[in-house]
């Protein structure tokens, strides 16, 4: 008798590989192609994003400006005229991105809000498009008002013209986590706020992405908030943009402003500005 037919059958229930995250294949888009306004915004741009249940990843994308990093987030997110790639492959959950989803909540650097409804029915928009009756989405807006720090009293019945920018921010990201995205793309949401706001958001996010459990990608120009937030970095280089390395950051356990005063964070932060300014200096940029 052979060896092969003493060998144990394998296991029938062994787990199956989760489809990756986020998956981006040799991803080209050039803008006006043909033409003699074609302008390639990123270029054979390729990463892979595990699936990590009940622990998700925060990967943070930094690069000079006019990198493509905004290109990335709506690339995955599906919107036009981003989306489609000019060639290569943009996949989410194993499938490829066909356009916008329900799985994919995006955050932009503008206060995003309806400017004749109220924080509460800001908040509940998404259900409500979904169906789910006003009781219930009302009663989900109110708990969501509570996770981003407001105050479900005295703000849930305020317009966005009566609130501070950090204030419509945490709106937004509400708005967002509220309907439990499995992707959260942040492009540059803290980016109007002043110096003390900003870290207390950046806190925030860090609190709302345990509890979420998702996938968060946060594009920024903030060498110290990439640090701060990311467990993966991805460093672009001038346009068109592709990664030039990965970096691999300890999540953080302490409040930005006490983070950002350690020794090792300031290392860290001076490695990444000094190799981001190599490459404006190489590409001839002010």
Same mark, same amino acid.
């Given at each position: 008798?052979?060896?092969e *037919?003493?060998a144990?059958?394998?296991p029938t229930?062994a787990? #199956?590989?989760l489809?990756?995250v986020?998956?981006?294949?040799?991803v080209?888009?050039?803008?006006s192609? &043909?033409?003699p %306004?074609?302008?390639?915004a990123?270029?054979d741009?390729?990463f892979t994003v595990d699936?990590?249940?009940g622990v998700?990843e925060?990967?943070a +994308?930094?690069g000079?400006s006019?990198c493509?990093?905004?290109?990335?987030?709506r690339l995955?997110a599906?919107?036009e005229?981003q989306h489609?790639a000019?060639? &290569? =492959?943009?996949l989410v959950?194993g499938?490829?991105?066909t356009g916008?989803? *329900?799985?994919? &909540?995006? +955050? @932009?650097q503008?206060?995003t809000?309806f400017?004749n409804?109220?924080?509460?029915d800001n908040?509940? @928009?998404g259900? =409500?498009?979904l169906g789910v009756?006003?009781p219930? %989405?009302h #009663?989900?807006?109110l708990e969501?008002?509570g996770?981003?720090g407001?105050?479900?009293?005295?703000?849930?019945?305020?317009?966005?013209?009566?609130?501070?920018?950090?204030? %419509?921010q %945490?709106?937004a990201?509400?708005?967002?986590?509220?309907?439990?995205?499995?992707i959260?793309?942040?492009d540059?949401p803290f980016?109007a706020?002043?110096?003390?706001?900003r870290l207390r958001? #950046?806190?925030?996010?860090?609190?709302?992405w345990?509890c979420a459990?998702?996938?968060? !990608?946060f594009?920024?120009?903030?060498?110290e908030e990439a +640090? !701060?937030?990311?467990?993966?970095?991805?460093i @672009?280089s001038?346009?068109?943009?592709? $990664?030039?390395?990965?970096?691999? *950051?300890?999540r953080q356990?302490l409040?930005?402003? =006490?983070? #950002?005063?350690?020794?090792e964070? *300031?290392?860290r932060v001076?490695? $990444?500005?000094e190799?981001i300014?190599k490459? =404006?200096?190489d590409?001839?940029?002010l």
């Open positions: 008798m052979s060896n *037919a003493l144990p059958n394998p229930d787990p #199956q590989e489809p990756k986020v998956e981006f294949k040799n080209t888009k050039t803008y192609p &043909g033409t %306004r074609a302008y390639t990123i270029k741009v390729s699936d990590l249940p998700g925060l990967i +994308v930094l000079p006019g493509g990093k905004s290109t990335v987030l995955i599906g919107l005229p489609p000019t060639s &290569g =492959e943009v959950q499938k490829p991105v916008p989803g *329900a799985d994919r &909540g995006m +955050v @932009f503008e206060y809000a400017d409804r109220t924080v509460l908040i509940a @928009f259900l =409500e498009c009756p006003k219930v %989405r #009663q989900r807006a969501w008002i996770k981003v407001l105050c479900p009293e005295r703000d849930a019945f305020k317009y966005p013209h009566q609130l501070s920018g950090g204030m %419509r %945490r709106v990201i509400a708005r967002t986590l509220i309907l439990k995205p499995r959260l793309l942040m540059e980016g706020l002043d110096p003390m706001t958001m #950046q806190d925030l996010l860090i609190d709302l345990k459990e998702a996938t968060v !990608f594009v920024t120009h903030s060498i +640090v !701060f937030l990311g467990d993966r970095i991805y @672009f001038s346009a068109p943009g592709t $990664i030039i390395e990965e970096i691999h *950051a300890p356990k409040p930005a402003v =006490e983070a #950002q005063a350690l020794p964070f *300031a290392e001076r490695y $990444i500005r190799k300014a490459m =404006e200096s590409a001839g940029v």
